[in-house]
């Protein structure tokens, strides 16, 4: 209000409608050039993310390329595992290396008990057990879920 006023004595009542409206253009060029720059840098940022993420994705690309070239093949690799766990107590070794069971000193043969020939075997008897006991109610009526009468 009092700008208003110095500007009413200052310009005078003649000039001062043609100063307000070229006052107000210049504001607006002045807004405009603003968001016209604000708009700019946010494009730049918006550009500036993009490469960045532009560059994170061709990175998982790339890895996932690099997994690919492997050949990765499940059955393969059990198949492999199955025969070195089978072969190797043999030979004393496993897939992983020696076999912490079997000493490196001694055969692969000595660390495994002896099998009993089939004649000692039936020579000896027949192997038995000894009886199960049997759980029988000691009245017909002492089922469970039955009471007396």
């Known amino acids: 209000m009092v ?55 061709e990175g998982v690309s790339q890895s996932v390329t690099s997994l690919n070239d492997t050949s990765f093949n499940p059955i393969q690799t059990v198949r492999d595992e199955l025969k070195g766990a089978i072969e190797g107590p043999a030979g004393g070794t496993t897939a992983s290396g020696p076999n912490p069971l079997i000493p490196p000193d001694e055969p692969a ?33 002492d089922r469970p879920g039955e009471g007396r009468a």
Not at 13 to 40: H, Y
Not at 121 to 128: E, R
């Open 109 to 141: 043969a000595a660390a495994l008990p002896p099998i009993p020939e089939p004649a000692a075997a039936i020579a000896a008897g027949p192997l038995t057990a000894p009886p199960a006991p049997t759980a029988e109610p000691e009245h017909a009526t």
């Open 3 to 57: 700008i208003g006023a110095v500007a009413l004595i200052v310009i005078g009542p003649k000039d001062l409608p043609k100063t307000l409206r070229t006052l107000g253009n210049m504001t607006a060029k002045v807004r405009r050039m603003a968001a016209e720059f604000q708009s700019q840098f946010n494009d730049a940022m918006r550009e500036a993310e993009l490469d960045e993420i532009r560059k994170q994705v």
